[in-house]
């Protein structure tokens, strides 16, 4: 028994004795340049960008009921279509609509934008402005988001709208759910 005990006290001061092989080392500064998420704004005809078919800002949108099957039919998927893409905006337009496609989901899936105005020197103010979510079932293709002004009209000035994909029950907006960007400009005259 004695010997058993001397054995483990002279273990355990060996193990105290022991040099560590792997030292630890400080983490060294990887990252060159600035992360940015790609942007949305200059699509190239027939290439996907992200889980987008294609995605436009726009005044407003239509709603194309007949698109599959016969016409007049209702479909659960109706096609949507952009009322005027377009970038630049004047501040009396109530609404910028975000119109999208997506490839074909499995699951139900969230997506969401938030929108800020930029400042004259091109950083990003930190109050955001508005934010939208849509909830998509897995079998729909086309959505929207809707990003409206705060007040009885949009400030003259350059604005940015972060866009966001997440799957439901998760937190739309979550910098690891960012999937892109889009940018607008608000003028007094188009």
């Known amino acids: 028994m004695v010997a058993a005990v001397l054995s483990m006290v ?11 092989l792997l030292p630890l080392k400080e983490q060294e500064s990887t990252e060159v340049g600035s992360t ?11 290439v996907p960008q992200s889980l987008f078919t294609w995605i436009k800002m726009a005044k407003g949108f239509d709603v194309e009921w007949d698109t ?44 969401g934008v938030q929108w800020y105005r930029e400042e004259p020197n091109s950083q990003m103010r ?31 000035g350059d604005y940015v709208a972060k866009v966001y994909i997440a799957p439901i029950g998760q937190q739309p907006f979550h910098a690891v759910n960012q999937v892109g960007m ?5 003028v007094l005259s188009e």
């Open 68 to 111: 599959f099957g016969r016409k007049g039919w209702y479909t659960q998927d109706p096609r949507l279509k952009p009322i005027e893409p377009r970038s630049v905006f004047t501040p009396e337009t109530p609404a910028i609509y975000i119109v999208f496609e997506v490839a074909p989901l499995e699951d139900p899936t969230q997506f």
């Open 10 to 20: 002279w273990f355990c001061q060996q193990a105290a004795d022991a040099k560590d």
């Open 126 to 156: 930190q109050e955001q402005l508005g934010k939208d979510v849509l909830e998509l079932p897995g079998h729909e293709r086309y959505g929207y988001l809707e990003m409206t002004r705060s007040g009885e009209r949009w400030i003259v």
């Open 182 to 186: 889009m940018r607008f400009r608000v």
């Open 36 to 46: 940015q998420s790609p942007s949305f704004d200059d699509q190239q005809h027939g």
